[in-house]
Every structure is written in C-alpha cells, then in structure tokens.
C-alpha cells in the first residue's frame, strides 16, 4: 500500500480527468458505491476457486456480518444497479467509477495490496457493437495519454452450452494429467477447470499443452457475436490479437473477454494494463431481470508507469512577501483578494533577507512575488515576475486585479520601460535577483 504524495498526485490527477473524459464521451456516469461489500457478494460473483476469493481478500466480520473491503469494483456496481431496480428506469446504463481496490497479493512493481482502478460499466446492451466500442474507449485514452506501444488480446468465453462443452473437453485434457498439476489445479480440477488455464505456474502451463481451445466448441450464436466483434474492431482500427489462452482471473465472464498489455514499459508481468469482458448473467444472479453487461477496469499505477512523465506539480501564482512592518497586514488582505480571484497565493511569513526569500519562492515554482517593503508607505508594492526576471511598482489598491490579469496572460504583460538601476536583464537560471 503506498502514500501517493502531493508531487506525484499531479500525474494522478491529470490520468483521473482524461479517464473522466473519454468514459463521458461515450455517455458514461460516474457511480460511487461502498468500498466494503458483503464478503458472499464477491464469493458469489468473482469465484469461490478464483485466486482473488481463496487467497487474497481483505475479509473480516463485524457487527454480525461477513465484510469484504472490495477487491475489484464490478460485483458491487451490479448490487447496487439490482438493488436501485436501474433496469425499470432506463433500458441501457453506462457507468464509470475510480478508486481503491485490495488484494492481498504478493507486492511487486506494479502489483500492490491497494492498488487503484478506473473502471466502466455497461449494462442492457447485448451486442458486440458495444463490445467493440468499450474496447476502444480504452484505446482512444490510452492513445491521448501517452501510453506507448499496446495491443488488445480478445477471447471468447462463450455462453451457456458452449461453456458446458468447453468445460468437459478441458476435463478430458487435463484429467490424464492430473498428477503432474500444481496442488490449487488438482484441487480446482472438477470445480473449476478453466482456472487451469489462467495458472502461472509452470506445472500447469506445460499440462496445459495443446489443451483444447474455446474459439473450436463456440455454438452458432457465441460464433456470430466473436465474429461480429473482431469485424467492429478492424473497422475502429483497434491493435488488436485474438488470443484463444486468455481466460482472466474471475469467473463471470461470458463471451467476450479482452485485457489491453503494454510491450514498451518495464513491468515485466505487471504489463495488463487493462482487462474487462462480457458478464451476461451477474445481474439475473444477483436477483436482478436478465440484464446483459459488460465492462473493464484500468490498474491506475500500472498506466501511470506506462505514461511519460510531463504533468508537473504548478507552483503558486503570487507569493507574498512582507518586508516591511505594516507588510504582514496588507499582505495577508492582499493574499485573500488575490485568491477571490483565482490566484493560488501564498504569504510567505518566515522573514528573513529579501534575496533568501525570492529563492524560496522561486524554489517553490511561483510565478511572481509581490514585495510589501518600504513602498507600502507610497500605497504601492513591488511585483517581480519570477520567469520574465522583471520588477515594477503598482499601486497596492489594485494590485490584485492587476497581478490576476498579468497571471491570467503572462505573456501579454505590457513591462514598464526598465529604469537604470533595476535588475531586469535575465539572470543566470535559478539565481534569485533582489530588486534592490
Ligand atoms: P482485473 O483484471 O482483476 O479485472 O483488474 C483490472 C486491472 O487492475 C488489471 O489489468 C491491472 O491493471 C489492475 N490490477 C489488478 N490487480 C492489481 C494489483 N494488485 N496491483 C495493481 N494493479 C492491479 C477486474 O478487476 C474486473 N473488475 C474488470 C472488469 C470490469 N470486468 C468487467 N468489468
């Protein structure tokens, strides 16, 4: 679990708005929901076998009930879209959310035990239409916020008797092969055998060997849905592979199943930067009406490793610095009118000598100071534009007008002629000029 510092929030910040952005583009609504759920919902929905529910949760009881602080963000979206009855009021929803999650997995670059997810959610539209558009909706952000080379990996899972079938080959494969599978494969062999193929272990990943593949058992219609969706993706241009061995740690997946992975950060099997597909049937069994859905979510810190680091923390726009005696006064009312206005002002109270307090504030990133000294008793201060190295007198009755105006066209701020005597040839960068 990591502390996120002010610095570092910048990037976050300016990943959560082009998140925000894109997922509204395509009609999407942010929905907030309790970050601790009932522990059967995520028992009932992600998979009693799922490495997630057996190993990982944060689960506890109190008060008489059996709590789950959330690992994944879809099972408790769907709660609360089955208990608010969203189906009666709206034939298709589209939902968005961001924040925390908690899996207790083992911490590596890119793998953490709070980790954070943006995430979409559609429900009410059966069609690969919209699994094509969802997919490149992640695509689309991605592209505008840096992301270096990806690729989409697609599968189907199927439906219904598709599922049965593909169950029973993957039985016939593995079941010969049952002595050379890792204990959580032996176990999960009868309940579960799909969880084979989404092992890491090497037992299990030779085992699995020619193991038949899903795309061969898809009926008619779970055939026209996967070939339907790979068509939408070649027309929106999406990168995508069809990836037959990706089954995905959860188990409500139906049909289509993708995770977007970078090849160009350094996140070795941290690279899913994304994964999502179709759950048809969670709704209906969450006591909902047969409502189809489908979603992704986004590892918020895996992405922010894979984005160039151009977002820097902006320094204040005005810092205010009291010389003179009378200075602390008007510079705390000048401080409050500057921020009326918009301005991020700070007043700088530590004293000390003129040249070490331009220093600190150049050193704080600020874009101008405003210097309540002797001129105070002229109704004036002095304000030196921190990037330009350029100082004038203005009157203090309307300094903060002025000194907004100037922040809000930097450039276009006419300079008084320069005066003999005052520092306003640039110096070298990083050394603070005293005006005096
Ligand atoms: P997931 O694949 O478990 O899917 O997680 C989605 C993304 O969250 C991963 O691709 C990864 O980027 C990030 N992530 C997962 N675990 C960690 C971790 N321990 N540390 C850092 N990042 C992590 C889901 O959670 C599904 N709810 C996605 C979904 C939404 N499917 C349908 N709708």
């Known amino acids: 679990m990591n502390d996120i510092l002010p610095d570092e929030v910048v990037r976050w910040q300016r990943l959560e708005a082009a998140f925000r952005r894109h997922a509204e583009l395509q009609g999407y609504a942010e929905v907030r929901t309790p970050i601790i759920e009932q522990t059967a919902l995520f028992r009932r929905q992600v998979g009693e076998t799922t490495d997630i529910v057996e190993k990982e949760m944060y689960s506890f009881e109190r008060h008489g009930d059996d709590l789950t602080v959330r690992p994944e963000g879809t099972a408790g979206a769907a709660r609360a879209y089955v208990e608010h009855q969203l189906a009666a009021k709206e034939p298709v929803s589209r939902w968005y959310y961001l924040g925390p999650m908690f899996r207790g997995e083992r911490p590596a670059k890119g793998r953490y035990r709070q980790f954070y997810q943006a995430g979409c959610e559609l429900y009410g539209d059966a069609g690969p239409l919209s699994d094509a558009e969802i997919i490149d909706l992640v695509c689309g952000l991605f592209r505008d916020i840096g992301v270096g080379e990806f690729v989409v990996h697609v599968n189907s899972l199927g439906s219904g008797g598709t599922r049965d079938r593909y169950r029973d080959a993957l039985l016939a494969h593995f079941e010969p092969r049952k002595d050379k599978l890792s204990d959580d494969s032996q176990r999960r062999l009868f309940k579960n055998p799909l969880r084979i193929l989404d092992s890491k272990d090497p037992r299990d990943r030779e085992a699995a060997a020619?193991?038949?593949?899903?795309?061969?058992?898809?009926?008619?219609?779970?055939?026209?849905?996967?070939?339907?969706?790979?068509?939408?993706?070649?027309?929106?241009?999406?990168?995508?592979?069809?990836?037959?061995?990706?089954?995905?740690?959860?188990?409500?997946?139906?049909?289509?199943?993708?995770?977007?992975?970078?090849?160009?950060?350094?996140?070795?099997?941290?690279?899913?930067?994304?994964?999502?597909?179709?759950?048809?049937?969670?709704?209906?069994?969450?006591?909902?009406?047969?409502?189809?859905?489908?979603?992704?979510?986004?590892?918020?810190?895996?992405?922010?490793?894979?984005?160039?680091?151009?977002?820097?923390?902006?320094?204040?726009?005005?810092?205010?610095?009291?010389?003179?005696?009378?200075?602390?006064?008007?510079?705390?009312?000048?401080?409050?009118?500057?921020?009326?206005?918009?301005?991020?002002?700070?007043?700088?109270?530590?004293?000390?000598?003129?040249?070490?307090?331009?220093?600190?504030?150049?050193?704080?990133?600020?874009?101008?100071?405003?210097?309540?000294?002797?001129?105070?008793?002229?109704?004036?201060?002095?304000?030196?534009?921190?990037?330009?190295?350029?100082?004038?007198?203005?009157?203090?009755?309307?300094?903060?007008?002025?000194?907004?105006?100037?922040?809000?066209?930097?450039?276009?701020?006419?300079?008084?002629?320069?005066?003999?005597?005052?520092?306003?040839?640039?110096?070298?960068?990083?050394?603070a000029r005293g005006p005096r």
């Open 210 to 431: 020619g193991a038949p593949s899903i795309l061969d058992v898809l009926d008619d219609a779970d055939r026209a849905h996967w070939q339907g969706l790979l068509g939408y993706l070649d027309a929106l241009g999406v990168p995508y592979v069809a990836d037959p061995s990706l089954v995905r740690g959860l188990d409500y997946y139906t049909r289509t199943l993708f995770e977007v992975k970078t090849k160009a950060a350094d996140l070795g099997s941290q690279n899913t930067l994304c994964g999502g597909g179709r759950y048809d049937n969670m709704i209906k069994s969450l006591g909902g009406p047969d409502v189809p859905a489908i979603g992704f979510a986004l590892g918020l810190e895996r992405l922010l490793l894979s984005m160039p680091d151009t977002a820097r923390k902006a320094g204040p726009g005005a810092v205010i610095l009291p010389l003179a005696p009378e200075g602390a006064k008007k510079g705390l009312v000048l401080a409050r009118d500057l921020r009326a206005l918009g301005v991020v002002a700070e007043l700088d109270g530590r004293g000390g000598k003129l040249k070490t307090m331009l220093a600190r504030a150049e050193k704080r990133g600020a874009a101008m100071c405003v210097i309540l000294g002797e001129e105070v008793q002229r109704g004036t201060v002095a304000v030196k534009d921190l990037a330009a190295r350029v100082q004038d007198e203005i009157p203090l009755e309307s300094a903060a007008r002025i000194i907004a105006d100037r922040l809000g066209q930097p450039r276009a701020v006419p300079r008084p002629p320069a005066q003999p005597g005052d520092p306003q040839t640039p110096g070298p960068a990083g050394e």
